[in-house]
């Protein structure tokens, strides 16, 4: 079985600069590290390699420097690695990024299980994913929990829905996005750090694609644009009550909690 994991590497800390007129983050030099709902994805594809007697390789979009989550991702466990970078492709937006990582995947092999993390720290969309499988045309499944198990052309997952549990079987290949806290993710290995090889590594542009038109890609190919992107407002200014609640006139609700938190 061929397992692709989709990883990218986000900023590791909260002071992150913004580009004034693109309105996307400023991400060369800036501190990284591995998305962290991406690991759940990585450690639920080594699972099941290890099940499926399979491969696992990884694949990131980003700068050069994003070539360090792929390396990690081989100290983890990976066979191999694919970075998708050119300059063309910065400033992408949800629908761009997934068809820039739909091409790139298309590039990097033919697989059984693509696996995403449920979404990333610095966008929240959750949205990539799900978009990479309309792309390529092959089903998804949302907030995987875990996979129950397999049979021939088909995979069988247990998904978190808002308000149930469900087991959903698809047919192969098929994308999943794996839900936070699904498993415990393995740590990165020194022996495997000491064997790393670059030769398990490699990068593809626009020019290796099928679809080499530039405006698919970045912001030329991006339908929405940030209009405007900043921090809370920060405030010191506090309010101190003292004294009993009918002395400070506060309502008090009475009653009863019901299992839904209602009164």
Do not use: W
Not at 4 to 25: F, H, M, R, Y
Not at 204 to 217: A, C, I, R
């Amino acid at each position: 079985m061929e397992i692709l994991v989709c990883i990218k590497q986000v900023p590791g800390t909260a002071n992150v600069e913004v580009d004034s007129v693109t309105g996307v983050l400023k991400r060369d030099g800036v501190e990284s590290k591995l998305n962290p709902y991406d690991l759940f994805a990585l450690e639920m594809g080594f699972e099941l390699a290890e099940k499926e007697k399979g491969h696992v390789t990884v694949i990131t979009m980003g700068p050069m420097q994003a070539m360090d989550a792929l390396k990690e991702a081989v100290c983890m466990g990976a066979e191999a690695g694919v970075l998708v970078s050119d300059r063309c492709f910065a400033g992408a937006d949800v629908c761009a990024t997934s068809y820039t990582l739909c091409q790139g995947i298309q590039k990097a092999g033919t697989f059984d299980v693509i696996l995403c993390g449920k979404q990333t720290t610095d966008g929240d969309t959750a949205q990539v994913g799900p978009e990479i499988a309309e792309f390529m045309g092959i089903p998804h499944g949302a907030n995987v929990l875990a996979i129950t198990g397999t049979d021939g052309n088909g995979i069988t997952v247990r998904m978190n829905l808002e308000h149930r549990i469900q087991t959903q079987r698809m047919t192969m290949p098929c994308l999943l996005t794996v839900e936070k806290d699904a498993n415990t993710p393995r740590l990165p290995s020194y022996k495997r750090k000491l064997d790393l090889s670059v030769e398990c590594l490699k990068t593809v542009s626009l020019k290796d694609f099928n679809d080499q038109d530039t405006g698919h890609y970045g912001l030329d190919g991006s339908p929405t644009q940030v209009e405007r992107i900043f921090p809370p407002d920060k405030t010191e200014d506090k309010v101190i009550m003292e004294g009993t609640f009918r002395a400070i006139n506060i309502p008090v609700a009475t009653g009863t909690i019901n299992s839904q938190g209602v009164i």
